[in-house]
């Protein structure tokens, strides 16, 4: 299974090592920036599933960054890093969008405890899979292939991977367009025309062998949005 990947955006380094030994000895992948104009991008770009945010950095500022994780993107999760008594960086933080806050000095348990109840109460935040079963073959994930019974082959995009391993990790929920806008192309919906969606979902579906009149593979749920079935 493929790790859940943690940003750590601190600017002290003693801290940011620690954090980012502890979370990679529980298992996480772990990025890091030293300062809030890398750590700024690498929140709006990278594939993450959650971000440990210090709020007094160099560069760009942490709320800056926190405004701009939300806008760009609304259902990362984020834990904010704290000084003791400063109640009020705390406060505007969860009212910026911040899922749960830390406070400093902390100890390596308590930070991964709230890293897996972050990570864990949201039907938004899924486990990674690594293939999928499909009626007549199965799909490779890390090969970015689709392998059929008869031995045939098709090759998947970057952005088709990650569609249809968003789709198979999250089973027996339909996904609307705007969420996959927001978490797999990184987009705000607001200025995208949601008809990419459909589009790629139509190639996939032909890459799939899917007849798109009476799909069997990736569904259209009216009014909703897709859902992948017969995923395993």
Known sequence: MTPRSVLVVEDDSAIRRGVVDALAFAGYATLQAGNGTDGSR???TATLDLVLLDLVLPG??????LR?????RPTLPVIILTA????ADRVQGLRLG???YVVKPFSVRELLARVEAVLRRSPERPQPVADSVIPGGNVDYERREIRFDDGARAELSEREVELLRYLAANPGRAISRD????????????HVETRTIDVHIANLRAKLRDDGAAPRVVLTVR????MLAHAS
């Not at 760009?60 to 960054?65: C, D, K, N, P, S």
């Not at 701009?68 to 760009?72: G, H, S, W």
């Not at 969420?179 to 607001?190: A, C, G, M, T």
């Open 60 to 65: 760009t500022g942490g709320f800056e960054i």
């Open 179 to 190: 969420e996959i806008l927001q978490r797999v192309w990184r987009l705000d919906p607001r």
């Open 98 to 100: 911040a899922d749960d």
């Open 84 to 87: 003791r008594g400063e109640e």
């Open 68 to 72: 701009a994780i939300r806008e760009a």
């Open 223 to 226: 009014g909703k949005g897709y």
């Open 42 to 44: 690498l929140a709006t």
